[in-house]
């Protein structure tokens, strides 16, 4: 897509958020307000009809969120009690298969970056997913799901921040290499907005904060992010929800946003050695996802902290499932190799737990191998029905693990039914 020419906009009504804004008693909700202000658009796209002009001029009401990081709100019983649910449940399945089970925090990660990936219409096949991790292009959904798991890695090393500029960087890895790569880690200089036109806000289903705002709210929302008295899955949803409602991003908020989430998890320790993947929940019913998110704009927080308590439970039941399978796979692999305890082919069993699709150069630089080493191990597993290799032209042999890669399909197929009423 070319790069559009920055809209104007004026201000009818734009007065300067308080500092320092009061915070309401009990767990009632602060009160949003509105920028009222005109749409001069695009020069360019005005310029191709009339229809398109005669928009310029017209008022519009951009949205402003209040500031949260004082807030004292309270989610209503049941949904307190559900979030404690489920952060019990992560804080467990974290425990569990974080300590035990050491490749699938790579193919957990992995999943869940492809999962809210799907969440935005982008989809890839774990094998897609794979080659394209070993730098081939042919598929373009996949390349993309992999910056998406750059951006996943990004976020859980910077969790121990949880700043603005953590949330920029989470950014930048999302958005290199694309189309927009000169507003990659950059807050918006224009207005967005959900609807049907890419013409103009007059007239859409939402219309996000003047980007003149965005600075400001992007401090509040991590500060708030970062307080250690709200229960940690009801904070890591308001949050998620308050930084989508900013949208501070021209592109790449949902899967920046929900990777927000997993730094936060992360931060408080409740899921520190695993990613639990809850866009893999949130799949089951993306329209609720969506209803919630709207709700939480006009002042009802319970729905997004309901949705994301029960996106984990289906999350951690669907990742059981993959922890089950990835375990069995490998113990079939371990009956299927005859081979010295110090071959070199162990070591590369190891590697395809969490890499289910490597080449020459994976190999060397994981694992050391030498051409004719990585050779010799692979030319046994292919032997033995482990692997199947495959010449890419002008990529060189790619090698991967059947079984593997079908139970991460399996993961991402049940990641989009119904699993619970």
């Known amino acids: 897509m070319e790069p559009q020419p920055r809209p104007r906009e004026q201000r009818l009504d734009f007065e300067q958020h308080q500092e320092n804004p009061p915070t309401t008693d009990g767990s009632s909700w602060p009160p949003g307000d509105y920028d009222t202000l005109i749409w001069e658009g695009r020069a360019q796209i005005m310029e191709q009809s009339m229809s398109f002009r005669n928009l310029s001029g017209q008022t519009y009401r951009a949205f402003i969120p209040p500031f949260i990081a004082g807030t004292?709100?309270?989610?209503?019983s049941t949904a307190a009690a559900l979030a404690e649910e489920s952060a019990i449940a992560i804080a467990r399945f974290d425990e569990r298969y974080g300590q035990h089970l050491a490749p699938f925090a790579t193919l957990l990660l992995?999943?869940?970056?492809?999962?809210?990936?799907?969440?935005?219409?982008?989809?890839?096949?774990?094998?897609?997913?794979g080659e394209a991790e070993l730098g081939s292009t042919n598929r373009v959904n996949a390349t993309q799901v992999v910056r998406n798991v750059r951006t996943m890695e990004t976020a859980l090393a910077a969790a121990h921040d949880l700043d603005p500029s953590s949330v920029l960087k989470m950014h930048e890895s999302l958005m290199a290499g694309t189309a927009d790569e000169d507003v990659a880690g950059q807050w918006r200089q224009q207005q967005v907005w959900i609807g049907t036109s890419v013409v103009s806000p007059i007239g859409a289903t939402y219309i996000a904060p003047a980007h003149g705002r965005v600075p400001e709210l992007m401090n509040d929302v991590m500060a708030y992010a970062r307080r250690t008295d709200?229960?940690?899955?009801?904070?890591?949803?308001?949050?998620?929800?308050?930084?989508?409602?900013?949208?501070?991003?021209?592109d790449g908020n949902g899967r920046t946003g929900r990777a927000l989430m997993h730094a936060m998890l992360k931060h408080r320790g409740t899921a520190s050695r695993v990613t639990v993947p809850v866009s893999s929940g949130l799949l089951a019913n993306v329209r609720g996802y969506h209803e919630?998110?709207?709700?939480?704009?006009?002042?009802?927080?319970?729905?997004i902290i309901t949705q994301c308590a029960e996106a984990s439970f289906l999350a951690?039941?669907?990742?059981?499932?993959?922890?089950?399978?990835?375990?069995?796979?490998?113990?079939?692999?371990?009956?299927?190799?005859l081979a010295r305890k110090d071959a070199a082919v162990w070591r590369v069993l190891d590697l395809l737990e969490r890499q289910p699709v490597v080449n020459a150069v994976a190999l060397q630089d994981k694992l050391g191998l030498d051409y004719r080493r990585a050779k010799r191990a692979m030319d046994e597993?292919?032997?033995?029905?482990?692997?199947?290799?495959?010449?890419?032209?002008?990529?060189?042999?790619?090698?991967?693990?059947?079984a593997m890669l079908d139970a991460l399909d399996a993961f991402a197929d049940r990641s989009g039914r119904r699993v619970k009423p």
């Open 72 to 76: 004292r709100y309270q989610p209503s």
């Open 110 to 129: 992995r999943s869940e970056s492809a999962a809210s990936s799907r969440i935005e219409n982008l989809t890839a096949s774990a094998r897609s997913l």
């Open 230 to 250: 709200v229960p940690v899955v009801v904070q890591a949803a308001v949050a998620h929800a308050q930084f989508e409602t900013i949208h501070p991003f021209t």
């Open 292 to 303: 919630a998110l709207t709700a939480y704009r006009e002042g009802e927080p319970d729905a």
């Open 316 to 337: 951690i039941e669907n990742g059981t499932t993959l922890a089950a399978d990835v375990s069995a796979i490998a113990a079939s692999w371990q009956e299927l190799v």
């Open 381 to 402: 597993l292919e032997s033995v029905g482990i692997v199947v290799g495959v010449d890419k032209f002008k990529q060189g042999r790619f090698w991967r693990a059947p």
